[in-house]
């Protein structure tokens, strides 16, 4: 089992910048990927940006490339989203999530066991 709790989020001003955390507990020697996901009211949860954890390999979604920065502190168990140039668009309900099952596609919500609650991020114009 492995335990997520996200962090960081809150109300900025296009164009600011925020960083989202998130600490892992529990089992987490095995897990394989840690990705960001994001989902507004109404739609589907989509994939932001995934890191191998072993490799420390990165992929973004088109739409954040440039702008979003994933990375993780491996001695804490701690994985971050530092997410610069915000706009509107970036507004929703931001989750990290895990897994510990290789071979899957990262923006799949269903590559995923392991879901943290979310932090909302509201970016106003």
């Known amino acids: 089992q492995v335990q997520l709790a996200e962090s960081g989020g809150g109300s900025v001003q296009a164009g600011g910048s925020l960083r989202l955390s998130c600490a892992a507990s529990?089992?987490?020697?095995?897990?394989?990927?840690m990705a960001w996901f994001r989902q507004v009211p109404g739609k589907e949860r989509e994939g932001v940006a995934v890191i191998y954890t072993a490799a420390a390999l990165t992929t973004y979604a088109d739409s954040v490339k440039g702008r979003f920065t994933i990375s993780q502190d491996r001695a804490r168990n701690t994985l971050y989203l530092q997410m610069n140039s915000l706009n509107p668009e970036d507004t929703a309900m931001y989750y990290c999530a895990t897994d510990t099952r290789p071979g899957r596609y990262w923006s799949r919500v269903d590559s995923y066991i392991y879901w943290g609650q979310g932090t909302q991020v509201t970016v106003s114009s």
């Open positions: 529990g089992n987490t020697g095995r897990t394989v990927r």
